[in-house]
C-alpha cells in the first residue's frame, strides 16, 4: 500500500484527491491546506492539516500548487524520507528543494472543481532525479491512469506548451465566439455541436486534415467579409490566425 500525503488545495489537488481516495494499492493519510480555501469541496474523510511540521511520514509527498509556489513549498518541508513530486508541465524538476527524492506527475489534462472526469483517462507524464525512485512512482501512477509515459523535464516542458495550444488558446477561441454571440444576439448554443465535432474529429484525424474553412480554401472575399465585421483585438486575432492557415496549406498544395 502507497501512503500518500496531497499538499494543495486547487483543482488538480481536488481531482487527485478523488483519484487517490478511488485507487487501489493506494492510501491519501493527509492533506495540506495552506489558507483553507476550497476546503469544503473535499471528502471530510480525508486528515488535513495547516500546519506542515505536523505531516504525517508518507511513501509520496505530492505538491499540487501553482507553478510559482512549488520551489517555495518544498524548501519550507520538514525533513521527510519519501519521495516529493510536483505536477506542473512546465517547472523542471531541479526546481524541487535540494535534500529532497525528486519526482514529478504531470497530469495532462484541464481541471475545474465543478466539473467531473475519469481520472483513469487522464494522461500521467513522470519523472524521477534518481532512477531508483522510478518503481514506486510508476506504481503510483498506474494506479491513477491507464495512461503513464515517462518523460524527462525538457521533454515534459515541450509538452505543456504544445498543451497549452490544444487546450487554453483553443478555449480562448470558444470564449472569443462567445463574445461575439453576445454582441450580436446570437445564442451561443448553436456552436457547441460545432466544437464538439472539430474536437471529436481529431480523436481519429491528423488535425491537418481535419481543417476547414474559408482561410484553409483560401477564400479571400469571405475572409475580407468576416474582417470587417470585427474590431479590435478580434480582428487582428482573426488576421493572424487566416494569414497562417491560408500558408500552412498554400505550401502543402
Given at each position: 500500500m502507497i501512503k500518500v500525503v496531497l499538499l494543495g488545495s486547487g483543482n488538480v489537488?481536488?481531482?487527485?484527491?478523488?483519484?487517490?481516495?478511488?485507487s487501489e494499492g493506494v492510501e491519501l493519510i493527509q492533506?495540506?491546506?495552506?489558507?483553507?480555501?476550497?476546503?469544503?469541496?473535499?471528502?471530510?474523510?480525508?486528515?488535513?492539516?495547516?500546519?506542515?511540521?505536523h505531516l504525517k511520514k508518507a511513501d509520496v509527498y505530492i505538491i499540487a500548487v501553482k507553478d510559482d509556489a512549488i520551489a517555495g513549498l518544498s524548501e519550507k518541508l520538514p525533513p521527510v524520507d519519501g519521495l516529493v513530486v510536483h505536477t506542473s508541465g512546465s517547472i523542471g524538476i531541479k526546481t524541487l528543494y535540494k535534500g529532497l527524492k525528486k519526482g514529478v506527475l504531470y497530469p495532462v489534462q484541464t481541471f475545474s472543481i465543478n466539473q467531473e472526469i475519469d481520472f483513469k483517462k487522464v494522461p500521467l507524464v513522470i519523472e524521477t532525479a534518481v532512477k531508483d525512485d522510478l518503481p514506486i512512482l510508476?506504481?503510483?501512477?498506474?494506479?491513477?491512469?491507464?495512461?503513464?509515459?515517462?518523460?524527462?523535464?525538457?521533454?515534459?516542458?515541450?509538452?505543456?506548451?504544445?498543451?497549452?495550444?490544444?487546450?487554453?488558446?483553443?478555449?480562448?477561441?470558444?470564449?472569443?465566439?462567445?463574445?461575439?454571440c453576445k454582441e450580436f444576439e446570437l445564442p451561443f448554443d448553436i456552436l457547441r455541436p460545432l466544437i464538439m465535432e472539430t474536437a471529436k474529429k481529431v480523436q481519429t484525424m491528423d488535425p491537418h486534415n481535419a481543417q476547414t474553412g474559408p482561410a484553409r480554401r483560401n477564400d479571400l472575399a469571405v475572409i475580407e467579409k468576416h474582417i470587417e465585421m470585427l474590431q479590435g483585438e478580434k480582428k487582428e486575432i482573426y488576421k493572424l490566425l487566416s494569414k497562417a492557415i491560408s500558408k500552412a496549406y498554400q505550401l502543402k498544395e
Open positions: 489537488a481536488y481531482h487527485l484527491a478523488q483519484a487517490l481516495k478511488s492533506r495540506y491546506s495552506r489558507n483553507g480555501n476550497n476546503d469544503a469541496y473535499f471528502d471530510v474523510s480525508i486528515p488535513v492539516t495547516f500546519d506542515l511540521e510508476q506504481s503510483l501512477a498506474c494506479s491513477l491512469s491507464e495512461h503513464v509515459f515517462e518523460l524527462n523535464s525538457s521533454q515534459r516542458k515541450k509538452l505543456h506548451v504544445s498543451a497549452v495550444f490544444a487546450n487554453n488558446f483553443s478555449n480562448y477561441m470558444f470564449a472569443c465566439a462567445g463574445d461575439l
